[in-house]
């Protein structure tokens, strides 16, 4: 899995864990909504690391965590 798609399934992760829409989480961090849903619909090519900053710092969690793997529904290994 490449790292774009890797953010846009994590991101929106959690964004449902924090019951978040990303119209909010653009509000809260000044980034465009049409550059939050580039990147949660896995479409964004590259994304700053400004941009990742923001977002983690919202989101209360390391700008790492981002780029680590979600497990899969139902909390099932495959």
Do not use: Y
Not at 39 to 47: A, D, M, N, V
């Amino acid at each position: 899995m490449d790292k774009e798609n890797m953010i846009s399934q994590k991101l929106r992760t959690l964004l449902a864990e924090k019951n978040m829409r990303a119209s909010n989480l653009a509000k809260e961090t000044g980034i465009a909504q049409s550059t939050l849903s580039k990147i949660t619909s896995g479409k964004s090519r590259s994304i700053q690391f400004d941009t990742i900053e923001k977002i983690s710092k919202s989101l209360h969690v390391e700008p790492s965590e981002l780029f680590t793997p979600c497990r899969p529904l139902g909390g099932h290994d495959k």
